[in-house]
Nanobody
Framework: QVQLVESGGGLVQAGGSLRLSCAASGRTFSSYAMGWFRQAPGKEREFVAAISWSGGSTAYVDSVKGRFTISRDNAKNTVYLQMNSLKPEDTAVYYC??????????????????????WGQGTQVTVSS
């Protein structure tokens, strides 16, 4: 069982930056690939970014490439999402998620909701124009 707690959301003006953090419980954090998803009002939840267990592989949705960076610190059981050049369309509740990785599966990533085993409660990000 993994519990995930997001933090770092808030209100920011367009062009500004925020860094989201997701702290995971347990001693097997490095056994999980991690992802960030978001859900805007009236829209379905969508993939934002993912990172492999080692941090050696990452993936992003096209709309955030070059602006967002996902990273992780396995010693601190934490994954981060650095968001720069924020736009009003980035406004959403941001969720972090954990995907259990089987041994010897390499740098697997998940980009679909159904691939993930655990979810946080979400943190609100609001970007004003």
């Amino acid at each position: 069982q993994v519990q995930l707690v997001e933090s770092g959301g808030g209100l920011v003006q367009a062009g500004g930056s925020l860094r989201l953090s997701c702290a995971a419980s347990g001693r097997t954090f490095s056994s999980y690939a991690m992802g960030w998803f978001r859900q805007a009002p009236g829209k379905e939840r969508e993939f934002v970014a993912a990172i492999s267990w080692s941090g050696g592989s990452t993936a992003y949705v096209d709309s955030v490439k070059g602006r967002f960076t996902i990273s992780r610190d396995n010693a601190k059981n934490t994954v981060y999402l650095q968001m720069n050049s924020l736009k009003p369309e980035d406004t959403a509740v941001y969720y972090c998620a954990a995907l259990r990785i089987l041994p010897l599966t390499g740098e697997r990533l998940g980009v679909r909701e159904y691939e993930y085993d655990y979810w946080g409660q979400g943190t609100q990000v609001t970007v004003s124009s």
